[in-house]
Nanobody
């Protein structure tokens, strides 16, 4: 059983930066991908970024490329999402999730992520 706990959300002005963190415990070899998803009110949950534990491969949604950076610490228990140049449309509840690779690749589909955290709120004011 994988446990995921997010932290670091908050309120920031447009153009500002914020870093959210996810502490993972109970990880198994099969859950190689650690992803961030977000969900705004009235919208579907969408993929943001993911990183693999085994080789630090990454994948980003087009909407955040060049602004967000995902990374993990050396102990491989915490994953960070550094968010720069934030926009009001980045406002959402950000979820950490653990899942498997699909044919060796990182998936952006929620169905491939089995474990989820409770989420941390990120609000960007205009």
């Amino acid at each position: 059983q994988v446990q995921l706990v997010e932290s670091g959300g908050g309120l920031v002005q447009a153009g500002g930066s914020l870093r959210v963190s996810c502490v993972a415990s109970g990880r198994t070899i099969s859950e190689d991908a650690l992803g961030w998803f977000r969900q705004a009110p009235g919208k579907e949950r969408e993929f943001v970024a993911a990183i693999t534990w085994s080789d630090s491969s990454t994948r980003y949604a087009d909407s955040v490329k060049g602004r967000f950076t995902i990374s993990r610490d050396n102990a491989k228990t915490v994953v960070y999402l550094q968010m720069n140049s934030l926009k009001p449309e980045d406002t959402a509840l950000y979820y950490c999730s653990a899942g498997t690779r699909v044919l060796g690749r990182i998936s952006s589909t929620t169905s491939w992520y089995k474990y989820w955290g409770q989420g941390t709120q990120v609000t960007v004011s205009s």
